[in-house]
């Protein structure tokens, strides 16, 4: 088992920052990678940002290039996503993942451990 915790959703005016963490405990030696996901009302949920646990390879959807960074410290079982300019469209419940292989980055499919979500809003 693999437990993970987000924190650091808020409410931020457009424009706006914030620094999501995702603390990993648990079996994370069999861990390949960990990705953020988010999830509006009535929408699906929608891949953001992953990295590779071990190699430190980052992806991330063409909605967030550019604006989102992801980051960790596998020594302290620490995933981070830094949000920089954000804008309404990005208001959702966050999540972080834990896969353990190495495909399937952009899925939920990929992924077998989820957090219970931190919530972000952006205002106009």
């Known amino acids: 088992q693999v437990q993970l915790v987000e924190s650091g959703g808020g409410l931020v005016q457009a424009g706006g920052s914030l620094r999501l963490s995702c603390a990993a405990s648990?079996?994370?030696?069999?861990?390949?990678?960990i990705g953020w996901f988010r999830q509006a009302p009535g929408k699906e949920r929608d891949f953001v940002a992953a990295?590779?646990?071990?190699?430190?390879?980052?992806y991330y959807a063409d909605s967030v290039k550019g604006r989102f960074t992801i980051s960790g410290d596998n020594t302290k079982n620490m995933v981070y996503l830094q949000m920089n300019s954000l804008n309404p469209e990005d208001t959702a419940v966050y999540y972080c993942?834990?896969?353990?292989?190495?495909?399937?980055?952009?899925?939920?499919?990929?992924?077998?451990?989820w957090g219970q979500g931190t919530q972000v809003t952006v205002s106009s």
């Open positions: 993942a834990a896969g353990i292989s190495r495909i399937l980055i952009t899925s939920t499919s990929g992924y077998s451990y």
């Open positions: 648990g079996r994370t030696l069999s861990t390949s990678k």
């Open positions: 990295i590779n646990w071990g190699g430190g390879s980052t």
